[in-house]
C-alpha cells in the first residue's frame, strides 16, 4: 500500500501563485508515476499532471500547460505542482495519485491522496 498526504492548498487571487506538495510513504518502490488530479463542484475529477517516478518525464493537461509544473523529489517522496498565473476556474479540490508499477501508465490512480482545497477568487 502506498499513502498519499498533499499539502499547501489555500485561497489565493488570480493571477497569483500556488505550490502544492505530496507526501508518499509506505511501498513507494512500487509508484511508477505520481499525478495530480482536481475536481471543481458538480464536474467530473479531471487530470491535472503527471510525473515518471523515475525518470521524471512530464505530462500535462492542455488547461495547465506552460502555467502548472510538476517535480518530485525522489529522496523526499515528494511531488509538487507549482501553480502560477492562477484563474478562477482552477478552483477544486487538488488530489495527488499515485500510478503503480503494476499498472505501468502515466495517467493512473492506484492510490488517492485526501484532496487539498484551491480557491482562486477574481
Known amino acids: 500500500q502506498v499513502q498519499l498526504v498533499e499539502s499547501g492548498g489555500g485561497l489565493v487571487q488570480a493571477g497569483g501563485s500556488l505550490t502544492l506538495s505530496c507526501a508518499a510513504s509506505?511501498?513507494?518502490?512500487?509508484?511508477?508515476?505520481m499525478n495530480w488530479f482536481r475536481q471543481a463542484p458538480g464536474k467530473e475529477r479531471e487530470f491535472v499532471a503527471a510525473?515518471?517516478?523515475?525518470?521524471?518525464?512530464?505530462y500535462y493537461a492542455d488547461s495547465v500547460k506552460g502555467r502548472f509544473t510538476i517535480s518530485r523529489d525522489n529522496a523526499k517522496d515528494t511531488v509538487c505542482l507549482q501553480m502560477n498565473s492562477l484563474k478562477s476556474e482552477d478552483t477544486a479540490v487538488y488530489y495527488c495519485?499515485?500510478?503503480?508499477?503494476?499498472?505501468?501508465?502515466?495517467?493512473?490512480?492506484?492510490?488517492w491522496g485526501q484532496g487539498t482545497q484551491v480557491t482562486v477568487s477574481s
Open positions: 495519485a499515485a500510478a503503480s508499477t503494476t499498472t505501468g501508465t502515466m495517467i493512473g490512480y492506484d492510490y
Open positions: 509506505g511501498r513507494t518502490f512500487s509508484i511508477y508515476a
Open positions: 510525473i515518471r517516478w523515475s525518470g521524471g518525464n512530464t
